[in-house]
């Protein structure tokens, strides 16, 4: 079984991973590491830097991870920077955005980067579009925020309503973990 290291603080981000990496064959750990997320233009950029920060650290085959969440009415902002805008105003300055605009189209973009060297790196991306609520629901829910305003399309509900397992078939990180899956399956 090939053994891969997750890098990352988030733990909620890992057990998602997990889970589908388990079914190609991959022993996927985790090592809770702070890694820098310098204000890139693109998550691609991002996650790579992620990762050689990860390979240095960890000196075994590592996995990063990076998203952003796009809202069209607001030229694609939060974008990468969704996890200081939530920081930032939290919930309520977001529901003040959301009600602010008709158009509540928005999407999740993730990008999964693979190192096996500090030279070497493969990534793997998955979108999910929906359309923002106007209150956060399932506040009860241990998810992550923006899982609480988000509906994916053809869902009435928010990602944080739905089970993990349901999640990760449609979602932009389960998209971007069974393309890595797939990927390490054919390479081992």
């Not at 996650?47 to 960890?58: N, R």
């Not at 902002?77 to 008709?102: E, H, Q, Y």
């Not at 991306?125 to 994916?152: C, I, N, Q, W």
Request: hydrophobic content about 40%; some cysteine.
């Amino acid at each position: 079984m090939k053994q891969v290291f997750f890098v990352s603080q988030n733990r909620h981000k890992f057990d998602e991973i997990n889970r589908i990496l388990s079914g190609h064959g991959i022993n996927l750990g985790w090592k809770k590491l702070a890694l820098l997320e310098p204000d890139f233009l693109s998550i691609e950029e991002i996650a790579k830097y992620k990762a050689k920060q990860a390979f240095e650290k960890v000196k075994k085959p590592v996995a990063v991870e990076d998203t952003g969440v796009f809202f069209e009415a607001f030229n694609s902002f939060p974008g990468v920077m969704a996890k200081r805008v939530f920081n930032g105003i939290g919930f309520d300055g977001l529901a003040t955005l959301i009600r602010s605009v008709k158009n509540k189209r928005a999407y999740f973009e993730t990008v999964i980067c693979y190192s096996g060297g500090t030279r070497s790196f493969k990534c793997f991306s998955g979108k999910l579009h929906g359309t923002l609520v106007d209150s956060p629901r399932a506040m009860e829910a241990d998810r992550l925020p923006y899982e609480k305003l988000f509906a994916p399309d053809r869902y009435s509900k928010v990602l944080a309503e739905l089970s993990i397992e349901e999640k990760n078939k449609i979602s932009h990180r389960g998209k971007a973990a069974q393309k890595l899956g797939r990927w390490l399956s054919k390479k081992t």
